[in-house]
């Protein structure tokens, strides 16, 4: 069987972001996730990728402060 499904409370604690921005980012499409029901489900493993791939290092948050 593959992973568990988790929700946005346990994201929220597992990163440090609140409730409604887990919400708000899966009800765009921005995140990975699956609606089940009237439920909102994630995988952690897609998350963290999408956290990584939108990651800003250094040089980003320099170049984001010029602007």
Known sequence: ???EFV???DLARRFGL???WWYAKAEAEV???YRI???????VT???AWLEQHRRGPT???KASRR
Do not use: D
């Not at 029901?37 to 995988?43: C, E, N, S, V």
């Open 60 to 62: 980003e948050a320099r």
């Open 31 to 33: 995140l990975p996730s």
């Open 1 to 3: 069987m593959g992973e």
């Open 46 to 48: 897609e998350i963290t």
């Open 7 to 9: 929700g946005v409370e």
């Open 37 to 43: 029901g009237k439920y909102r489900r994630f995988r």
């Open 18 to 20: 609140p409730v409604s």
